[in-house]
């Protein structure tokens, strides 16, 4: 991993740059075009996506550079000189608007618009899908674990199974979406987040018995001590010595924080350790529980009145299971000032051609609406259609509208100012807050309209005419 | 990622310190343990594990360090100053035996042994854990691709869905669990693997017409012309061009390489396509194929006799669908030279103590029987025990064997010599040809025999009863 960032020019699928010298030698390199991001399904049965990455994609994209190495290892592959010289020289100079880091988006509307010549534009591709798609994938998924448990806390500890590095970006997706810590130390150095974490099994086992292994760590972290109490057996063994050690806290005037639960059924044994804690005048000592946790888990614990005050999540939040991909493309709209779209089979895969606008409609209640998309130069519309049946419209004449597009990079360099991750954090609550209930049900939540202006209708119809020809 | 390498030792787990601190304060710095790292389940129902990830764990281990800025994060979350100060000089001088990377394996044996001191033991166990479970995952993924796909070419794509930059490590186990090739640029600098890729779908719409923009592309590329043929119609439009190209190349001693199909009826389209090759005496142009597929589909479409001879996969490789994690663990075995294990409910989830060594043992065939573990002190053992089950038992007695943990890592240094990604590619390939067929079918594959000595049945009991007590 020697500086990575010296070599993120190279983190490129291999077609983009023989794509982009075939534009080079066909003296397209001053080409204009302009490319949507978007992605066609919400993930996890969602209503909708948390969309996140996009700081960390920008600054890549402003490192986004070809070395001497760089350079030396495409002409080994065989990429031609000339081209190569251009490339030594590259640096993105075009415009990207995008909707704000930490906006609740929802399928096929674009989300990111990159404009600027066809080689610059075409060169982003991998490192924006990259990046954006598992951010906002992982900021999705905790932001359904957060809806399920409420105000309790929750901790990112997923690190040991994180898709590799994934984990640097995975814990800053997770606090987007709503966490409150993580385990994970160089995220949380890197992006400044709260790292949490006390102890594992092998720090009983170490002790070889319990209760010398929870007073050893009573000693060491009187102020923070969470003791694990399923090494042996949770109620028999874990409890009894969690309660003891408690005790003797409080006679030197300390408070143990929590248990955790790590195994079995965490729904009983919640009920039993709080029946004894409260029992033992401990009711300020709190549960912890983990084990392979998920919102759907989570929210049947919750069900069951399982008294749990915080998770931890690893696994199913780190990798985004079931779904472990956001499904985003990157697809041309205009070339030369002329709108484009990509035809296929399947209806609901045309793209939208066009240089766009994305405005979020209120409704009366000063809720998300509806999204509607706009060629660039509408403004006003009173309707916006379904993107594929015509008779399906909505009205949407008079009511508050909102600009979600904002320009974020402009002539190689970020225009925005940079937030904290718990700032992006807490803008994506605010806008989930505005989102109506239904869509964020998980049964068969309520699709959210996205529509588009009768003038995209026409230019989707005349442009597909015209390529059946 | 400015310089991630300088902060490795941050890319911990927050417990481990917490642990680590505990240890130090209660003066057990220099108290000797040891861990096994295994994982208790085989991904994608598959009856065996590629083991990769080694050499860059080995690597990552030997810059696990403490730069000043690490330090003084640490001390800004409030960990002990005598702490930091031993931190500040850490360095890994422990040993690490470890089966070779490209090895066959499988479930619940130790296929890492980690000895050191109890905090340079315990400060790695997330390093370990989040590179090795990671590319053992991915490399095992593209070995199933690999053994449907035969002798076809298979290209990994999946950097644009990968998790964030997970993709570096991924392309690398890709080629080790047998692809030949990959998208990412970066992964082939960085690891010396081949990397490929030709046009997506906007070249073809930026130059409006299909004809034009595969000529452009042919001229562009004529010793390695692969053109795409769905971006209107495949076979109306897409093949009848492609034909035509391809006889324009012929005129100029050129050959067009391939086309590719990337939706649609991959079947269907696969063979009417070749069918039109042939008619027009193409029969040396290929088809590749892409969309989705993972090695059910790709086996689907082999039986379906449909006549394609490279096959492109993304997000099913890359982020291991759908088992996004491999559950390895990393457990206390030995502490202060004691052996220990961890007891659970679960009966299968109590892990095996005392520092050990693997065997595996070869059946008449000259092919993989059975694996053994065995304490260290052992040598010679007749039978192996089911690690439960005392009354389950297979005779190994004169069995050929092989001593599968070698010493990689010692006193801070990587003792292995490092090999090519393809070489290790090739080892995997060995290794699974003497793996019998019965346990890489896809449906049930046999169980392979993976059993303990009486030895280490028994004092495994021992150990239990005592904890029981």
């Given at each position: 991993m020697k500086n990575f960032s010296d070599y993120i020019?190279?983190?490129?699928?291999h077609y983009e740059f023989t794509m982009a010298q075939g534009y080079f030698l066909d003296g397209r390199k001053d080409t204009k075009a302009c490319f949507d991001y978007f992605f066609r399904k919400n993930p996890f049965k969602s209503g909708y996506v948390i969309f996140a990455g996009l700081q960390d994609f920008l600054e890549m994209l402003s490192e986004f550079k070809f070395n001497d190495e760089s350079i030396a290892h495409l002409k080994r592959v065989g990429f031609n000189n000339d081209f190569l010289d251009y490339l030594s020289e590259f640096k993105f100079n075009g415009t990207i608007h995008s909707v704000k880091e930490g906006e609740v988006v929802f399928n096929n509307e674009p989300v990111i618009i990159v404009e600027g010549n066809i080689i610059e534009t075409q060169l982003i591709e991998s490192l924006l899908l990259n990046m954006i798609n598992f951010q906002s994938l992982i900021a999705t998924k905790a932001s359904r674990i957060r809806y399920t448990a409420g105000e309790r806390l929750v901790m990112d500890f997923g690190l040991r199974r994180a898709q590799a590095l994934s984990a640097i970006h995975a814990s800053r997706a997770a606090i987007i979406g709503g966490l409150d810590s993580t385990s994970n130390v160089y995220s949380a150095y890197r992006y400044d987040l709260l790292s949490s974490g006390t102890l594992a099994h092998s720090w009983i086992q170490s002790y070889g018995d319990e209760l010398t292994a929870f007073r050893k760590y009573a000693a060491a972290f009187p102020q923070n001590c969470v003791l694990l109490v399923d090494t042996y057996n949770t109620l028999k063994s874990g409890l009894p010595n969690a309660v003891k050690v408690a005790k003797e806290m409080e006679r030197k005037?300390?408070?143990?924080r929590a248990i955790r639960l790590d195994s079995g059924d965490l729904a009983y044994l919640s009920k039993e350790a709080r029946k004894i804690l409260d029992q033992a005048n401990l009711r300020y000592v709190k549960i912890v529980a983990s084990n392979q946790l998920n919102e759907h888990l989570i929210k049947s614990l919750i069900d069951q009145k399982a008294p749990i005050d915080a998770f931890g999540v690893g696994t199913n939040l780190i990798t985004g299971?079931?779904?472990?991909?956001?499904d985003g493309v990157y697809k041309l709209a205009t070339i030369d000032e002329r709108p484009t779209l990509k035809i296929s089979e399947n209806i609901e895969k045309i793209t939208l051609p066009g240089t766009k606008r994305l405005y979020r409609f209120y409704n009366g209640e000063n809720k998300f609406y509806a999204d509607g998309i706009l060629l660039e130069d509408e403004n006003e519309i009173d309707e916006i259609y379904h993107a594929i049946d015509q008779y399906k419209f909505a009205n949407i004449k008079g009511l508050k509208k909102e600009d979600l597009l904002v320009e974020v990079f402009e002539k190689g360099e970020i225009k925005k100012k940079k937030e904290s991750v718990y700032e992006i954090s807490q803008y994506a609550k605010q806008r989930l807050e505005l989102l109506p209930e239904e869509h964020k049900r998980f049964e068969n939540p309520h699709i959210y309209k996205v529509g588009i202006s009768k003038k995209l209708f026409n230019l989707k119809a005349e442009i597909i005419k015209d390529l059946k020809k």
């Open positions: 020019g190279l983190f490129t699928d005037g300390e408070r143990l299971q079931n779904d472990a991909a956001l």
